[in-house]
């Protein structure tokens, strides 16, 4: 657009506008996905909006008031997607304080990778398995009849957030593709390199998406276990009823432990606030004394040196490097919860 700005096109009550004068040539493109009104410039998301729209036939203009030039423009009556969004797509200005995302959906479109890799039971066959934020399967293509009936094996749960983190299984973690999850029995979990637990005294922030968990079960583990604040833990903790986020002593345990809930741990770092969050809400903070986390023994679905399995199901593991404020944990909390 150059000069005049006016509205590119309108349908019914909608508009898309330039709002600024640009030199040289953009895709500019829209689509309504059911719940969000989406605006995208040159494949990326710049505007995401939530509404609703009426039934009925709507007039359809094109160049109204605008002074500028179109070269070519696209109309279609159904959800065109113009990049793959994730689940998180509006919290991507945390993205590059991720040490470690994993997930049976797409989080981030920053993240073009497999999610998983699933071995069959029938002949052992492998494959890379990328999933839809809703967890449908993008790729392979013939995904329902590649996996039929089988058992499926989580064979490497890849990390989302870019840095290659990539988890191992030990044991045999299954994919649930009914319920879109991953099943962990009293002896399996996931090895990660070292880097996804942040160490000495740094902040962190730790959210976990779970269905059930064994009693006392752990969600993400690391450090040098038996030395006091040398580990980050957290895990389902029977003792009451909650959640413990350990470090190996100054334990912080609060929560109401529940199937299908969103868990979170923050630390803001140098002996500053520290919370623990169920479903988005706080359920305790305090200050607390330095830790001197170290690295080392990093796993998904145990902890204490491999005594405490989950021992059930876990949908999202995500572990940043900064302590995020409360309403960015109940933000992400709300989105992980809604698809």
């Known amino acids: 657009a150059s000069g005049t700005i006016g509205d590119l096109v309108t349908f019914g009550n909608f508009t898309l506008a330039a709002s600024t004068t640009t030199s040289g040539e953009h895709t500019i493109a829209a689509n309504f996905d059911g719940s969000d009104s989406n605006v995208y410039v040159d494949g990326y998301l710049i505007s995401e909006t939530n509404t609703t729209v009426t039934s009925g036939a709507k007039l359809l203009t094109i160049g109204q008031n605008y002074a500028g030039r179109i070269k070519d423009f696209k109309f279609w009556n159904l959800v065109q997607r113009f990049f793959r969004k994730g689940i998180l797509e509006s919290y991507s200005s945390f993205y590059t304080n991720l040490t470690g995302a994993y997930s049976v959906r797409l989080l981030f479109s920053n993240y073009t990778g497999a999610h998983v890799r699933i071995k069959r039971s029938s002949d052992n066959a492998e494959v890379d398995v990328t999933f839809d934020k809703n967890g449908v399967v993008?790729?392979?293509?013939?995904?329902?009849?590649?996996?039929?009936?089988?058992?499926?094996?989580?064979?490497?749960?890849?990390?989302?957030?870019?840095?290659?983190?990539?988890?191992?299984?030990?044991?045999?973690?299954?994919?649930?593709?009914?319920?879109?999850?991953?099943?962990?029995?009293?002896?399996?979990?996931?090895?990660?390199?070292?880097?996804?637990?942040?160490?000495?005294?740094?902040?962190?922030?730790?959210?976990?998406?779970?269905?059930?968990?064994?009693?006392?079960?752990?969600?993400?583990?690391?450090?040098?276990?038996?030395?006091?604040?040398?580990?980050?833990?957290?895990?389902?903790?029977?003792?009451?009823?909650?959640?413990?986020?350990?470090?190996?002593?100054?334990?912080?345990?609060?929560?109401?432990?529940?199937?299908?809930?969103?868990?979170?741990?923050?630390?803001?770092?140098?002996?500053?606030?520290?919370?623990?969050?169920?479903?988005?809400?706080?359920?305790?903070?305090?200050?607390?004394?330095?830790?001197?986390?170290?690295?080392?023994?990093?796993?998904?679905?145990?902890?204490?040196?491999?005594?405490?399995?989950?021992?059930?199901?876990?949908?999202?593991?995500?572990?940043?490097?900064?302590?995020?404020?409360?309403?960015?944990?109940?933000?992400?909390?709300?989105?992980?919860?809604?698809?």
């Open 138 to 339: 993008v790729t392979p293509t013939d995904w329902t009849s590649w996996s039929g009936s089988d058992t499926l094996y989580v064979m490497k749960w890849y990390d989302q957030s870019g840095n290659n983190k990539f988890g191992t299984a030990s044991g045999d973690p299954t994919y649930d593709k009914t319920n879109k999850r991953v099943v962990f029995d009293s002896n399996d979990y996931f090895t990660l390199p070292n880097g996804v637990a942040p160490t000495g005294d740094s902040a962190y922030s730790i959210i976990a998406y779970h269905n059930t968990i064994g009693t006392d079960g752990g969600i993400f583990g690391s450090g040098n276990y038996g030395t006091n604040d040398q580990v980050l833990a957290l895990r389902r903790y029977n003792g009451n009823g909650g959640y413990n986020n350990y470090w190996w002593g100054n334990d912080l345990q609060a929560g109401t432990y529940g199937a299908n809930t969103v868990v979170s741990a923050t630390y803001r770092a140098s002996g500053t606030t520290r919370s623990l969050y169920t479903n988005g809400v706080a359920s305790s903070t305090t200050t607390t004394t330095t830790r001197n986390g170290v690295a080392g023994n990093e796993t998904i679905g145990v902890t204490n040196s491999n005594q405490e399995y989950l021992n059930g199901e876990l949908y999202e593991l995500l572990v940043f490097d900064i302590g995020l404020q409360a309403s960015t944990i109940s933000g992400i909390t709300t989105k992980l919860r809604t698809y």
